[in-house]
Nanobody
Framework: QVQLVESGGGLVQAGGSLRLSCAAS????????MGWFRQASGKEREFVAS????????YYADSVKGRFTISRDNAKNTVYLQMNSLKPEDTAVYYC????????????????WGQGTQVTVSS
């Protein structure tokens, strides 16, 4: 069992930066691929980024490539999402998730989910 708690969301102006954190409980954190998803109001949840257990493989949605960076610290049971050059269209609730696959952008691939943290980017 893995429990996930996100933090770091907030209100930022366009062009600004935020760093989201996701703290995990459970001894098996280091064995899971971790992902970030987001859901804007009235839209479906969409894949943002993922990182394999060893940090060897990282994947990004085209919409965030070059602006967002995912990383993890297995010693701290924490995964991060550094978000730079934020745009109003990045406004959403951001969720972290844990799953067994090296790479999967589909919602159904992830077994555990956090409650989400709101990110609002003003223009």
């Amino acid at each position: 069992q893995v429990q996930l708690v996100e933090s770091g969301g907030g209100l930022v102006q366009a062009g600004g930066s935020l760093r989201l954190s996701c703290a995990a409980s459970g001894r098996t954190f280091s064995t899971y691929t971790m992902g970030w998803f987001r859901q804007a109001s009235g839209k479906e949840r969409e894949f943002v980024a993922s990182i394999s257990w060893s940090s060897g493989n990282r994947y990004y949605a085209d919409s965030v490539k070059g602006r967002f960076t995912i990383s993890r610290d297995n010693a701290k049971n924490t995964v991060y999402l550094q978000m730079n050059s934020l745009k109003p269209e990045d406004t959403a609730v951001y969720y972290c998730a844990a799953g067994p696959y090296d790479y999967c952008s589909a919602y159904g691939c992830y077994k555990y989910w956090g409650q989400g943290t709101q990110v609002t980017v003003s223009s």
